[in-house]
């Protein structure tokens, strides 16, 4: 019979086991049920990903109960108390097909951290390090594969003006960019950077060149700016000295310049060359759709929705109501918050951005060559802040991947500081 600390290690390493396998499925359903002729726009494909996520859930529904234990860190507590409130409007005004997926999707957030944390923190960094590189160069191989593999076979769709490139979520350029900048956080911090020899670090620089040119094939304007901004800010903000701050701008503003020039010269990016060089910034049909979606909702709020919120995953039903239009998401955390948790939900998710911010500042100020707690703090800036338009929380691979790299930051913190919130 197992020891209790063997059995612990036991549940959580093959429930975080699986629920990398489980992302890995998700990220490539859609390719699959293209090829196979099915279609990955169909009913099918969006049955066969609402089962892997109820996969997920009852793994760590099954975890919590044999485990009973959850820990919730400032940061983390503060969101899951936006969920809470949020949930209980909902409850409240809302159906169950409302509410159900968004609460589906934020508990596998916040217990995906639970569950890296708690293997950091309980088991060994050692084994974090060691699934995390396989999961990692999975998602490398899945990308370059069916990233190149839709370009070569030249099914690629034109889009808002451009041929944008899916990868593996056929028809879902989005969601590969921000699947793309995971990898390429990843593929820098954890590999490129812990080579030390030259032949495996030009090797994946190699391999992080292509996942940016497949960043700039998906046509996500946001991602490719982000990319830059988030070096950028990880650079200035590590360093307390004010000239090298001073130099760093001087840079960030040289390679901005050059950047454009480079982009409408060599039409890199045709939507962001159209973006840079057209009068009307407004003129790019996605760009348009985002702004009259954040002008109607605002107007269609009454005094108690803006005090009180509309229920989480209220904010389609809600716009519809308003506009009669479907199917619309709020393309603004701030404004879905907002619209579904009034004040108070904008209070508290700007409370949790916060909390969350100096709490990574401190632990990479603290260790500036840590892979994990770099790519945690990449992807905080560059999924849960930057992409503050790009409905990242609806991206269930690239969120659940931000939040257990947070989970592994905070695990590490937990025992270097001997306190885990």
């Known amino acids: 019979?197992?020891?209790?600390?063997?059995?612990?290690?036991?549940?959580?390493?093959?429930?975080?086991?699986?629920?990398?396998?489980?992302?890995?499925?998700?990220?490539?359903?859609?390719?699959?049920?293209?090829?196979?002729?099915?279609?990955?726009?169909?009913?099918?494909?969006?049955?066969?990903?609402?089962?892997?996520?109820?996969?997920?859930?009852?793994?760590?529904?099954?975890?919590?109960?044999?485990?009973?234990?959850?820990?919730?860190?400032?940061?983390?507590?503060?969101?899951?108390?936006?969920?809470?409130?949020?949930?209980?409007?909902?409850?409240?005004?809302?159906?169950?097909?409302?509410?159900?997926?968004?609460?589906?999707?934020?508990?596998?957030?916040?217990?995906?951290?639970?569950?890296?944390?708690?293997?950091?923190?309980?088991?060994?960094?050692?084994?974090?390090?060691?699934?995390?590189?396989?999961?990692?160069?999975?998602?490398?191989?899945?990308?370059?594969?069916?990233?190149?593999?839709?370009?070569?076979?030249?099914?690629?769709?034109?889009?808002?003006?451009?041929?944008r490139v899916a990868g593996p979520f056929k028809w879902h350029q989005l969601a590969f960019a921000m699947f793309l900048f995971c990898c390429m956080m990843i593929t820098d911090f954890v590999f490129f950077r812990q080579m030390k020899t030259l032949r495996w670090k030009l090797f994946y620089g190699f391999i992080w060149l292509l996942l940016f040119y497949l960043l700039i094939r998906t046509g996500s304007r946001a991602l490719f700016v982000i990319v830059f901004l988030v070096y950028f800010l990880m650079a200035f903000l590590k360093t307390d000295s004010f000239r090298k701050k001073l130099l760093i701008s001087s840079i960030a503003v040289i390679i901005s310049i050059g950047s454009a020039i480079a982009i409408v010269s060599l039409n890199i990016s045709p939507r962001l060359a159209r973006m840079i060089v057209s009068d009307d910034k407004t003129g790019d049909g996605s760009t348009a759709s985002r702004i009259a979606i954040h002008i109607n909702a605002y107007q269609g709020l009454d005094d108690l929705d803006k005090l009180m919120g509309v229920g989480?995953?209220?904010?389609?039903?809600?716009?519809?109501?308003?506009?009669?239009?479907?199917?619309?998401?709020?393309?603004?955390?701030?404004?879905?918050?907002?619209?579904?948790?009034?004040?108070?939900?904008?209070?508290?998710?700007?409370?949790?951005?916060?909390?969350?911010?100096?709490?990574?500042?401190?632990?990479?100020k603290w260790n500036k060559d840590d892979p994990f707690i770099n790519v945690a703090f990449a992807l905080f800036l560059g999924i849960d802040v930057l992409s503050f338009l790009q409905n990242n929380f609806y991206f269930l691979e690239s969120e659940t991947i931000t939040w257990a790299f947070y989970g592994v930051a905070f695990g590490i913190e937990h025992i270097d500081f001997n306190h885990g919130g």
């Open 1 to 163: 019979m197992p020891s209790s600390g063997k059995l612990k290690f036991n549940i959580h390493l093959s429930i975080a086991i699986l629920t990398l396998v489980i992302l890995l499925m998700s990220s490539m359903s859609f390719a699959f049920f293209e090829i196979s002729g099915i279609g990955a726009r169909g009913f099918e494909v969006k049955l066969f990903r609402f089962m892997l996520l109820c996969a997920i859930i009852a793994l760590y529904v099954i975890w919590i109960i044999i485990q009973l234990k959850l820990t919730f860190p400032k940061p983390i507590l503060i969101f899951l108390g936006l969920i809470i409130y949020s949930t209980i409007v909902s409850v409240i005004l809302n159906s169950p097909r409302e509410y159900g997926p968004s609460l589906l999707r934020y508990f596998t957030y916040i217990v995906t951290f639970n569950l890296f944390y708690l293997i950091v923190s309980e088991i060994s960094r050692e084994t974090v390090l060691s699934i995390m590189r396989w999961f990692s160069l999975a998602c490398i191989l899945i990308s370059i594969f069916f990233g190149f593999l839709e370009i070569f076979t030249g099914n690629v769709q034109y889009l808002n003006g451009a041929f």
């Open 312 to 364: 989480l995953g209220g904010f389609t039903k809600f716009y519809q109501d308003v506009t009669g239009s479907e199917d619309i998401a709020a393309h603004n955390n701030y404004l879905m918050f907002f619209v579904e948790s009034g004040y108070l939900g904008v209070i508290l998710y700007l409370g949790f951005q916060i909390v969350l911010f100096f709490r990574l500042l401190r632990l990479i």
